[in-house]
């Protein structure tokens, strides 16, 4: 008895102990190292923050350098949070991310809903033309030119005050020298030093002209209203500077200059290699024959395969939610109070009528504003599923409308209720009406669901974004990303075909047992 | 079963109903004794299948009354709890009274077995076995037993017609309604819906048929009842209304069918 009694006793005690030991380690990990959310955008953002050409699933540059070193510095663990450029504000105010930082330059416009550290890096803007131009040498020549920039940046608003330029916003940086370069569409592109050196300096068809133009301060940016955390940041980026050690951050990436020694009082001599830079121009010039884009391909596949996974996912939940609400969407218009039914035809027809893509900016960066936050995930399953809910609702409503109404009285006359009689005769018939565009919607979700990249998600098209913004190359990866979308859609496709073979096989069962 | 002082099973007083402004009923009175087949007759558009979908509580009614088995259904329209009074009643009497359509009103997607089964198990809870055996004699009695796993569409109209009924007859209703049940159908697939009919009232379920067969209805009937225009003109034995109707609308109205 006793030593039973013993046993189970010491497994008691020894419960509590891990337990108290668990929960004092959690204690500990939450005191001693928070977390620190940084949202960015990392598909062709070099230097600031890119992907690692030598392995995708990595990212390196200045401002993953500074952020890290910041971190530390306060004992936090950072984590990155991909989020597209125009997004970037608008998620740091809902709530998704802490600070952001990519080379976001300290402007009075933007000074007004958010708050900036202290600048962690000075710059100007530099003007990059085609080779063979010889018109533009600085910024009064640019006048009825077409002159590309990235949207709400300075040099944007200098092109505005220069007045009668062309101002062409491009969202990746890449595309704007790519089309300088072929010479077609762009005059003269107006960007940041740092991006010019990142992806201009290294084209032989493109050539740096003017003076250096205007003076940047990049600075890390907070919500309005966490003043706390960046009287932190602050801190820690002083002593960081103090230190030497930002110098030696922006040395790697090979962008020390005049400016920056100017303004710390510094030698303009760097002390020390850019390793960062010359390891990315080694990368860029890199000749890939055939075999080697085919290699990377095959490394890519892992990636690719991650974004399809989360495609699906999404897109069959997304569905779930549309089938479901959609059915109760189209038993309110067909069966109740005048009023609801209303109601839900103005659903359907809001949702039809507006673009997906504002729905999950409203659901995303909109609903924060009036305490509704969702995870990306969540939002873009609902975003989705809401939508598609519209168009089910549609297909059902059209289903059971074809059913004639006297095999509802047929159904009364036999004693079912309503919902018996909707359950067992009218729902059933209608479903072989429905299935057949439920299935093709279902395809179209799919291909849908590229949108919900736009809100901090990675799936399918963001990792696409990410690879080819990395590797220059739209056209190879494009094509594999487009055959993962065909290889995902295409098992629904066949479902489609076959139920709609089934089903027209047996109409013309059924007619020919009419006509015997 | 319930039946009134008078005897009726199925008692109509006053009824009256309009469909918009169209008054398609007129005060309506109408008693059938159980066991009777009554015959209502009468020109297209006089109110005949409105009167039988009252009957069965598809209709409501703006007023008068219908007491079937006890359950009197009248006007509900004026408030939400009396709407409910009205459904609840309309099924009580739907437990009693099955209804067979012109156009057989079969479910498609079911088989001629499923198609009986169905509300039995449905709406009485029925086991599903005993639904089956249930099914089974019923396709006997109508002469449908080898199509019991028959879809109706591969079934002619006569057929598709007699497995209605014995799809009603699954309910094991007291009274049946048919609405102009041998219309749709081909003249050589008359008779085997009217033979069934016979059957039953030879078994002394009652009946209210309305139909332009007056053959049948000369043989059959117990009572003939003559519509015109929302009104019952003349009502009587076989015998009254086909030899010595009195009112000159009917006999108008006969003249067409010689
Ligand atoms: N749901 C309805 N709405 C409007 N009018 C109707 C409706 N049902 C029947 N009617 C009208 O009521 C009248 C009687 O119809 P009905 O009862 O079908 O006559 P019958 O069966 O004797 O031919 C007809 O004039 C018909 O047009
Ligand atoms: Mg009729």
């Given at each position: 008895?006793?030593?039973?009694?013993?046993?189970?006793?010491?497994?008691?005690?020894?419960?509590?102990?891990?337990?108290?030991?668990?929960f004092f380690s959690i204690h500990a990990f939450c005191s001693e190292k928070g977390i620190l959310r940084w949202g960015s955008d990392a598909n062709s953002g070099a230097p600031y923050v890119f992907r690692d050409a030598k392995d995708p699933s990595?990212?390196?540059?200045?401002?993953?350098?500074?952020?890290?070193?910041?971190?530390?510095k306060l004992n936090m663990k950072p984590v990155f949070i991909q989020n597209q450029w125009d997004g970037l504000i608008p998620g740091l105010n809902a709530g998704n991310y802490d600070v952001v930082i990519?080379?976001?330059?300290?402007?009075?416009?933007?000074?007004?809903a958010i708050r900036f550290s202290d600048p962690y890096y000075i710059t100007y803007e530099q003007l990059v033309v085609n080779k063979e131009n010889h018109e533009i040498n600085e910024l009064k020549d640019l006048k009825g030119k077409r002159v590309a920039t990235l949207p709400a940046s300075l040099a944007y608003k200098i092109l505005e005050d220069t007045g009668d330029v062309q101002i062409k916003k491009y969202g990746e940086e890449i595309n704007a020298y790519a089309d300088l370069a072929s010479g077609e569409r762009l005059d003269a592109v107006l960007l940041d030093a740092p991006i010019a050196q990142y992806y201009a300096k290294h084209n032989a068809k493109l050539k740096f002209v003017g003076p250096n133009i205007g003076?940047?301060?990049?600075?890390?940016?907070?919500?309005?209203?966490?003043n706390a955390l960046r009287i932190k940041v602050n801190k820690a980026l002083n002593i960081l500077i103090k230190e030497g050690k930002i110098q030696t951050i922006i040395e790697k990436w090979g962008l020390w200059n005049p400016k920056m020694a100017e303004a710390w009082g510094v030698s303009v001599e760097p002390k020390t290699e850019a390793v960062g830079y010359k390891e990315y121009l080694r990368s860029m010039n890199l000749e890939r024959t055939f075999i080697d884009k085919l290699k990377l391909y095959v490394d890519f596949f892992p990636l690719l395969a991650k974004g399809a996974v989360r495609t699906l996912e999404i897109s069959m939940l997304a569905m779930v939610v549309a089938v479901v609400f959609g059915l109760f969407i189209a038993l309110i218009r067909l069966y109740a109070h005048p009023v609801l039914s209303k109601l839900a035809l103005t659903y359907v027809e809001i949702i039809r009528g507006t673009p997906l893509l504002i729905q999950l900016y409203l659901i995303f960066y909109g609903l924060p504003n009036l305490g509704i936050k969702f995870e990306p995930y969540v939002a873009a399953v609902i975003g989705l599923g809401m939508n598609y809910a519209a168009s089910e609702a549609e297909n059902y409503r059209a289903g059971i409308s074809s059913i004639p109404h006297s095999q509802m009285d047929a159904a009364f006359a036999l004693g079912m209720s309503r919902l018996e009689a909707l359950r067992h005769i009218v729902i059933p018939q209608a479903m072989r009406v429905v299935i057949p565009p439920v299935t093709n919607d279902f395809i179209a979700l799919i291909k849908d669901s590229s949108l919900v990249s736009v809100i901090t998600l990675i799936e399918l098209t963001t990792v696409y974004g990410q690879l080819a913004s990395t590797y220059f190359d739209y056209l190879g990866i494009g094509l594999l990303t487009a055959a993962m979308y065909f290889l995902i859609g295409l098992p629904f496709a066949r479902l489609?075909?076959?139920?709609?073979k089934y089903y027209s096989v047996n109409n013309k069962k059924q007619l020919k047992g009419v006509q015997s | 079963m319930m039946i009134s002082a008078t005897g009726a099973y199925i008692s109509v007083k006053n009824l009256k109903k309009k469909h918009g402004d169209l008054?398609?009923?007129?005060?309506?009175?109408?008693?059938?004794?159980?066991?009777e087949l009554t015959v209502l007759i009468g020109p297209s558009g006089c109110g005949k299948s409105t009167l039988l979908r009252c009957l069965n509580g598809l209709e409501t009614l703006d007023s008068g009354s219908i007491v079937i088995n006890g359950v009197a259904l009248e006007r509900s329209e004026d408030s939400k709890s009396i709407m409910k009074d009205f459904d609840k009643k309309a099924r009580a009497i739907r437990e009693n009274v099955g209804m067979v359509f012109q156009s057989f009103n079969l479910f498609p997607h079911l088989t001629l077995l499923e198609n009986i089964t169905k509300a039995p198990v449905v709406v009485k809870k029925m086991n599903v076995d005993l639904a089956h055996s249930q099914a089974k004699e019923l396709l006997i009695k109508v002469g449908l037993e080898r199509h019991a796993d028959h879809y109706p569409c591969q079934l002619s109209g006569g057929q598709q017609q007699r497995a209605a009924i014995a799809r009603a007859l699954a309910m094991s209703p007291k009274a049946i309604l048919y609405d102009e049940p041998t219309s749709a159908l081909d003249p050589d697939l008359v008779h085997e819906v009217l033979q069934v009919m016979r059957t039953l009232d030879d078994e002394g379920m009652t009946q209210i048929v309305v139909t332009h067969e007056m053959r049948f209805a000369r043989d059959v009937a117990d009572h003939?009842?003559?519509?015109?225009?929302?009104?019952?003109v003349e009502m009587g034995t076989p015998e009254q209304i086909f030899s010595s109707p009195k009112d000159e609308r009917t006999r108008r109205f006969l003249r067409n069918f010689l």
């Open positions: 008895m006793k030593k039973g009694d013993h046993t189970p006793m010491l497994n008691m005690r020894n419960i509590i102990v891990t337990l108290s030991c668990i990595k990212i390196i540059g200045l401002d993953v350098d500074i952020i890290e070193a910041v971190a530390e990519d080379g976001l330059e300290i402007i009075d416009e933007r000074e007004q003076y940047m301060k990049y600075g890390i940016a907070f919500k309005q209203d966490n489609s075909r076959m139920a709609e | 008054a398609v009923l007129c005060g309506i009175d109408l008693e059938v004794t159980p066991g003939i009842v003559h519509m015109q225009e929302g009104r019952i």
